[in-house]
């Protein structure tokens, strides 16, 4: 009797072990000094931690002189050049619009839009080039919309979510392949936009 009841309890202990054992290890390791825990993370931009809040500011389209669109209500792709947009300045704007459309059924969800920092755009030249980009100059509306970014390099790229907040900045080394894996993750997940 009190064999069976011996090995009941080491039965017993053993069961509790196989099941809780490996999730206390697991806990041990991850809240241990000794690195266990994952420090890289999966997004290929910059994230703004918290998020900054920006202006609304209007848009123009300059493929539609009388067509407006608005911060809100779309993921943006906010790429910030002087109004003279040499070689290098057209062909970033080309890898967004390939970022864009590669999202497919996607794509209605995400704008791009060009915010001249110095200098006049070419409406013309980007009417034709990027039909479907919409352009924001300098004005006292968007200042806010700079001071939030900061020092801003030419040929970087950033992510405005449908609420109007800063979200991501890709530096110019980033790929557009890292890009639009990190658009494809964040649509896949948000209800908003």
Same mark, same amino acid.
Request: some cysteine; charged content about 20%; aromatic content about 6%.
């Given at each position: 009797?009190?064999?069976?009841?011996?090995?009941?309890?080491?039965?017993?202990?053993?069961?509790?072990?196989?099941?809780? %054992?490996?999730?206390?290890?697991?806990?041990?390791?991850?809240?241990? /000094?000794?690195?266990? !825990?994952? !420090?890289?993370?999966? =997004?290929?931009?910059?994230?703004?931690?918290?998020?900054?809040?920006?202006?609304?500011?209007?848009?123009? $389209?300059?493929?539609?002189?009388?067509?407006?669109?608005?911060?809100?209500?779309?993921?943006?792709? $906010?790429?910030?050049?002087?109004?003279?947009?040499?070689?290098?300045? @057209?062909?970033?704007?080309?890898?967004?619009?390939?970022? !864009?459309?590669?999202? %497919?059924?996607?794509?209605?969800?995400?704008? @791009?839009?060009?915010?001249?920092?110095?200098?006049?755009? /070419?409406?013309?030249?980007?009417?034709?080039?990027?039909?479907?980009?919409?352009?924001?100059?300098?004005?006292?509306?968007?200042?806010?919309?700079?001071?939030?970014? %900061?020092?801003?390099?030419?040929? =970087?790229?950033?992510?405005? /979510?449908?609420?109007?907040?800063?979200?991501? @900045?890709?530096?110019?080394?980033?790929?557009?392949?890292?890009?639009?894996?990190?658009?494809?993750?964040?649509?896949?997940?948000?209800?908003?936009?």
């Amino acid at each position: 009797m009190m064999d069976d009841m011996m090995r009941g309890r080491r039965t017993l202990l053993l069961l509790a072990l196989v099941f809780v %054992g490996p999730m206390a290890l697991a806990m041990g390791l991850y809240f241990s /000094d000794f690195q266990w !825990r994952p !420090r890289a993370t999966t =997004e290929h931009g910059e994230l703004y931690r918290p998020a900054r809040p920006l202006p609304d500011f209007a848009i123009t $389209l300059p493929a539609n002189p009388g067509g407006n669109a608005t911060l809100h209500g779309k993921w943006t792709l $906010l790429h910030l050049g002087p109004g003279e947009c040499g070689t290098e300045c @057209r062909d970033a704007l080309v890898a967004t619009r390939q970022v !864009r459309r590669a999202l %497919g059924r996607d794509m209605e969800r995400v704008q @791009r839009v060009f915010l001249v920092t110095s200098g006049n755009a /070419d409406r013309a030249v980007l009417a034709a080039e990027q039909p479907d980009m919409g352009l924001a100059g300098t004005a006292p509306d968007t200042a806010g919309v700079l001071a939030a970014v %900061g020092a801003a390099s030419p040929g =970087e790229v950033y992510l405005i /979510d449908p609420l109007g907040n800063l979200v991501m @900045r890709y530096p110019t080394h980033t790929t557009m392949k890292g890009m639009h894996a990190d658009l494809q993750r964040l649509l896949k997940v948000s209800t908003i936009g």
